[in-house]
């Protein structure tokens, strides 16, 4: 079955210094990789995906994302974090069933950014 | 805003009770999704709708039931309430069920609080 991992519960970061969340899948086949952030008390929004092509994946608010097939994982990276960047981020990765997709979320791993 | 519109936003309610949650979704989307998430269980899929019918299903208690109707409109049922069954339920949709990409649009949740 195809599933998602993140590692760290909270991610610390300075404002200004660059960010990583970390996340690695399991599927079978060619996986479909997604990223998105939950603010307080608001559901959850896009911000980028892995489907195929480039390895590096460009999204919303500044945020990029690595996939490496041969560690199957796909982080989350920002070169610069924002105090607002403070929100929990879920990776998730597309899986089918019964041939209609639905997304399975890792755990979430909430992101601090101290000013 | 996301398009999709979720009602009740806040629900207080009695252990063995039931309630009904309304999901309006996106204009033209014709795949709704239902999710839980909790403190202890993460965002959990529960089911799928698309264009009226149901295409999968997740962890979803038989206490709890959903449908689509006509107008796309969809409901989540949840009946003899435990206080377990405390969590915030979003509703998601997409352009289809079966074709794209993955990406779901999330409404803004409804908080269910059983005491």
């Known amino acids: 079955a195809q599933s998602v991992a993140q590692p760290e519960d909270q991610v610390n970061v300075a404002e200004g210094n660059p960010l990583t969340v970390k996340c690695t899948y399991s599927?079978?086949?060619?996986?479909?990789l997604f990223w998105y952030v939950q603010y307080p008390n608001r559901g959850l929004q896009f911000l980028l995906k892995?489907?195929?092509?480039?390895?590096l994946v460009k999204g919303s608010y500044g945020f990029e994302a690595e996939f490496n097939k041969s560690q199957t994982s796909f982080h989350l990276k920002k070169p610069s974090a924002l105090v607002s960047d403070s929100a929990l981020y879920f990776c998730?990765?597309?899986?089918?069933?019964?041939?209609?997709?639905?997304?399975?979320f890792g755990t979430g791993t909430r992101l601090l950014v101290s000013p | 805003d996301s398009g999709v519109t979720q009602t009740p936003k806040h629900l207080i309610t009695a252990t063995g009770q039931r309630v009904t949650l309304r999901c309006s979704p996106r204009?033209?989307?014709?795949?709704v999704y239902w999710y839980q998430q909790s403190l202890d269980q993460g965002l959990q899929f529960l089911i799928q709708?698309?264009?009226?019918?149901?295409?999968a299903k997740g962890n979803i208690l038989e206490r709890f039931s959903a449908q689509q109707f006509p107008d796309l409109h969809s409901e989540l049922n949840l009946s003899s309430l435990e206080l377990g069954d405390s969590a915030l339920y979003f509703c998601?949709?997409?352009?289809?069920?079966?074709?794209?990409?993955?990406?779901?649009?999330f409404g803004e949740g409804s908080r269910l609080t059983v005491l």
């Open positions: 998601a949709s997409s352009v289809v069920g079966g074709a794209n990409t993955g990406e779901l649009f």
């Open positions: 709708y698309y264009n009226g019918e149901e295409r």
């Open positions: 998730a990765v597309r899986a089918t069933d019964t041939g209609f997709q639905k997304l399975v």
């Open positions: 204009s033209g989307d014709l795949s």
């Open positions: 892995y489907i195929t092509g480039d390895n």
């Open positions: 599927v079978s086949g060619n996986p479909y």
